[in-house]
């Protein structure tokens, strides 16, 4: 009798997804959403998405000529990070700072060469941009770097060395060459995949509800069990496709280091897809129609993955409150895991918490959804 | 002609109204949205851990990590005294650097010779560490700077006196706050739009609109306006909360900003119709919409620089709309800009709207089938 029973159950579920199967392979849709979509998205961001600013346009006005002068200004044209570009005043560099031609100016006065043979503070002005903080500083930073290289020439010109009290001598782990892409191109991943989680199946039983299909499949003896299974498992599996394509883009097409174990990789991806499809089933359940459910996950998939993840915000940095708000967004755990695999390796402190969060937030997705599920007609 | 389209207005304002879902998923999300988004988006540390191994005895050691615990940037969790502690601290990430002075720190600096101060740092995420790293100059160098002037009498010949104009703190919230404007208005406008064709054809409505008198144009302006009130609505709202609640200074013309958000919105409202008349179905629509969000709201100088992208992908955002509207929105409110310095950004996104929009409209009748 029991054997029958499951015998049953087996066929039942495997009717299901050989039904759901048919329909994803005949609307080219959903195909296109697990395999050619992330290699689209990864392709145009993982070379799109960088935060290294090289050839910034910088304006240089030079007041009065001269060889302390030429031989400061060399370094910037030196620099790769700079494309430097000579005004003849302050007014017009000031202008094209103002039509975002330069984003920022280095100015010496006439009286540059009078005021350092006194050896007394010869000033530099500097004028950055401010409107974007961030690059601002960064370029701060470079023109600091080319007035410091600049100090140790002159000293030595002069025939003495200068002493700096306190050198910084840094090193920076796991990505020396501070490539951007190395850590953007992981996050990446798990925003796109949450997208296509959220994409494949936030509609599919909305759909169902809709055509009236679910009205004739709850006339059969299938459980509710069964249908939440048989929506997971082929998107489930077409996920898990998707994120493979997408790994193996980020490791030869943009050669980002892989210094994790396989396996670790594997377990909490297929973990993180759970709560991806899970977050899309919700989102089918609880909306009546197709046009709400495609509305809810325009809103509530990207922004938050793309806002809160810990993929270009630092989520150590942010405010107590807003940092509590992003448990709740999955991809946070998996930026965190991606960021370690690829980069550090196994570091099993890290990957265990954030694994557990995970597991624990598919678990709570999937009794929501079967709670939500309503099996009856009202 | 207005009465039609009025109706047809009507209509649309119900069709998305009536659900009390889609009603909340319309006004909640954004207000939560700005009010999270907008502390979330920044690049300025705060609080963030360090480790300090000092092997040092000296004094100089003692009064630099005072400069450390005094900034609001960082945040001392752990002293160590070996090497090995190095890699846990790290690799767990309970600190983005580790500062090491080794034993003749404060010796050296004392004998007039220079010291130096080894910092580790987590590159995980190699933009943070890369701030953390300026800001660790940053306090060198203040130090460096005093000690110079008070022990040596020796200042360096030449001094960098940097100014950031329109931001004068570098508050990187200042930067992205106005930009939350841009991301929240196209979400909204693409969930308006996106769909709405394909609803309607998917439930064959959409047949019985096109046999009424009514022509293409005017469908197009009846399932415009919707879009176009809404999306002034919540704009007009984000404004107020970055102004009010954010305090982001507005320096520039009210005026030239919202040009900007129309033309804005009617390139967002072209391109949310056009997949929706492209679209057979509803998911189809979805996907389109997501394509369509995605790559624009990346690639639109959001987060990272248009100028940090290869020349290829730069040209491409050219077809994106946001990219143009961040300008706007950022110039008027930082940079106190008018309408002369943005004319090269509103002429594109109109552009972009009118082609949009007629290739939405022509779609229409076409796909009649």
Request: hydrophobic share 50%.
């Amino acid at each position: 009798m029991a054997n029958r029973d499951t015998g049953k159950n087996r066929m039942r579920l495997s009717g299901l997804i050989k039904k759901e199967a048919y329909q994803i392979i005949r609307d080219p849709s959903a195909i296109g959403i697990a395999f050619l979509l992330p290699v689209i998205l990864l392709l145009i961001f993982g070379y799109g998405v960088s935060l290294d600013a090289e050839h910034v346009p910088v304006g240089l006005v030079i007041e009065k000529q001269g060889p302390e002068v030429s031989q400061f200004i060399s370094g910037f044209y030196r620099s790769e990070y700079f494309d430097p570009k000579i005004f003849p005043s302050i007014q017009e560099a000031e202008r094209a700072l103002m039509h975002r031609e330069v984003v920022g100016i280095v100015w010496t006065r006439s009286n540059f060469a009078r005021t350092l043979l006194n050896t007394s503070d010869a000033p530099i002005g500097v004028i950055v941009n401010g409107v974007d903080a961030n690059q601002a500083r960064i370029i701060e930073g470079y023109i600091m770097g080319v007035w410091i290289n600049w100090l140790h020439q002159y000293a030595r010109s002069k025939g003495v060395a200068l002493q700096v009290p306190v050198n910084v001598k840094y090193r920076i782990w796991f990505n020396s060459a501070v490539r951007s892409r190395n850590f953007l191109v992981p996050g990446l991943i798990a925003v796109i995949m949450t997208l296509i989680g959220g994409m494949l199946t936030s509609m599919v039983v909305a759909r169902e509800w809709e055509r009236g299909t679910m009205e004739a499949l709850l006339v059969t003896p299938v459980r509710k069990r069964e249908i939440i299974l048989g929506k997971t498992i082929p998107y489930f599996v077409l996920g898990m496709g998707g994120m493979a394509i997408s790994v193996a883009m980020a490791i030869w097409v943009f050669n980002v280091p892989f210094r994790g174990s396989f396996w670790a990789l594997s377990l909490s991806s297929g973990l993180f897809m759970l709560t991806a499809i899970g977050l899309g089933l919700i989102i089918s359940v609880t909306a009546e129609s197709q046009f709400v459910a495609g509305q809810i996950a325009i809103v509530i998939t990207f922004l938050p993955a793309f806002m809160l993840s810990g993929f270009v915000f630092d989520i150590g940095s942010m405010p107590g409150p807003i940092q509590a708000v992003t448990h709740l967004v999955s991809a946070r755990y998996f930026v965190s895991i991606l960021q370690t695999l690829f980069l550090c390796g196994d570091i099993w402190p890290i990957f265990i918490i954030n694994c557990l969060w995970l597991a624990g937030m598919a678990l709570f997705f999937f009794v929501v959804i079967r709670k939500k599920f309503k099996k009856r007609l009202q | 002609m207005f009465k039609r389209i009025l109706a047809l207005t009507i209509k649309e304002f119900i069709a998305i109204l009536k659900n009390r879902k889609s009603r909340m998923v319309l006004i909640l999300p954004p207000v939560a949205q700005i009010i999270v988004f907008g502390y979330a988006a920044t690049f300025d540390l705060n609080h963030v851990g360090i480790g300090i191994y000092n092997e040092d005895t000296g004094i100089v050691s003692r009064d630099i990590i005072a400069r450390f615990k005094g900034s609001k940037t960082f945040k001392i969790v752990k002293y160590i005294s070996d090497d090995t502690q190095v890699a846990p601290l790290i690799n767990l990430q309970k600190a983005i650097a580790v500062l090491h002075f080794h034993r003749n720190f404060s010796k050296e600096i004392n004998t007039g010779r220079s010291a130096d101060l080894q910092v580790i740092l987590d590159g995980r995420n190699s933009n943070t560490a890369l701030i953390a790293l300026n800001y660790i100059q940053t306090i060198i160098a203040d130090f460096n700077r005093q000690w110079s002037i008070e022990k040596q009498d020796m200042p360096p010949p030449a001094q960098l006196k940097v100014r950031s104009w329109f931001n004068r703190m570098l508050d990187s919230h200042w930067f992205f706050i106005p930009g939350i404007v841009a991301l929240l208005t196209i979400v909204v406008t693409l969930e308006v739009t996106a769909l709405s064709v394909a609803k309607e054809r998917e439930a064959g409505t959409f047949d019985q609109l096109l046999v009424t008198p009514m022509t293409p144009f005017e469908i197009l302006v009846g399932k415009s306006l919707p879009g176009m009130i809404i999306g002034t609505l919540e704009g007009t709202f984000i404004i107020l909360v970055t102004v009010f609640w954010f305090d982001i200074p507005l320096r520039g013309n009210l005026l030239a900003l919202y040009v900007g958000l129309f033309t804005f919105l009617l390139s967002a409202i072209g391109i949310g119709l056009m997949i929706s008349s492209i679209s057979v179905t509803q998911q189809q629509g979805l996907m389109g919409a997501f394509m369509f969000l995605v790559p624009a709201v990346v690639l639109s100088g959001f987060a990272t620089p248009i100028a940090n992208m290869p020349v290829l992908v730069q040209k491409l955002t050219l077809l994106n709309p946001m990219r143009y509207f961040l300008i706007i929105v950022r110039s008027v409110f930082l940079q106190g800009a008018s309408f002369g310095l943005l004319w090269s950004q509103y002429v594109p996104m109109a552009v972009i709207g009118i082609i949009s929009l007629a290739i939405a409209g022509s779609l229409f009748r076409k796909r009649l089938y």
